[in-house]
T-cell receptor, first 108, second 114 residues
Framework: RKEVEQDPGPFNVPEGATVAFNCTYS??????FFWYRQDCRKEPKLLMS???SGNEDGRFTAQLNRASQYISLLIRDSKLSDSATYLC?????????FGAGTRLTVKP | DAGVTQSPTHLIKTRGQQVTLRCSPK?????VSWYQQALGQGPQFIFQ???????QRGNFPDRFSGHQFPNYSSELNVNALLLGDSALYLC?????????????FGEGSRLTVL
């Protein structure tokens, strides 16, 4: 089983749509969780941290379920500029492990 | 405030050769992590350096080695290159005590092995 697994994608959605990405992780001792965004041929950048109580940043909502070892990211009212690859990241014993990423394309 | 810088940006090598990639962390950061990203995949953790020592290592063979210097900059060395080593190599820096989990990445060094 991979350490961090994500929806394979790609997701192709119209502007204004709501889209959700899922991620599972294997190490139950993992302590912190993140979503990163990577634009085409660019470096990954932190999108948001994921807290146990769930957290929201504008149109983005992240959820964590420790019992199921599951993380999600919800994007509401998708914009063209949201087109990117979204990487689920899990902090395992002080090093960060990345999922393979889910590619999102938002179309007019 | 300089971000993470990596060099070279692109390079081409042949099988069996050796390569050295370099990274300068973001100002004020003391920890450097290296990742390999193959096309269409997420970054795979190679190793992490802090206080000039390798602290964590991913599932990579001993052909991959590194170093951190007193000024916190770092090098990644790969010996006996294989075709499968072709990838984008990303350096990420962080401040260990901050414990925020935020990594700052350089733009990467794209290695092609022929």
């Amino acid at each position: 089983r991979k350490e961090v697994e994500q929806d394979p994608g790609p997701f192709n959605v119209p502007e204004g749509a709501t889209v959700a990405f899922n991620c599972t992780y294997s190490n139950s001792a993992s302590q912190s969780f993140f979503w990163y965004r990577q634009d085409c041929r660019k470096e990954p950048k932190l999108l948001m941290s994921v807290y146990s109580s769930g957290n929201e940043d504008g149109r983005f909502t992240a959820q964590l379920n420790r019992a199921s070892q599951y993380i999600s990211l919800l994007i509401r009212d998708s914009k063209l500029s949201d087109s990117a690859t979204y990487l689920c990241v899990v902090n395992m014993e002080d090093d960060m492990r990345f999922g393979a990423g889910t590619r999102l394309t938002v179309k007019p | 405030d300089a971000g993470v810088t990596q060099s070279p940006t692109h390079l081409i090598k042949t099988r069996g050769q050796q390569v050295t990639l370099r990274c300068s962390p973001k100002s004020g950061h003391d920890t450097v992590s290296w990742y390999q990203q193959a096309l269409g995949q997420g970054p795979q953790f190679i190793f992490q350096y802090y206080e000039e020592e390798e602290r964590q290592r991913g599932n990579f063979p001993d052909r991959f080695s590194g170093h951190q210097f007193p000024n916190y900059s770092s090098e990644l060395n790969v010996n006996a290159l294989l075709l499968g080593d072709s990838a984008l190599y990303l350096c990420a820096s962080s401040l260990r005590l901050a414990n925020t989990g935020e990594l700052f990445f350089g733009e990467g060094s794209r290695l092609t092995v022929l």
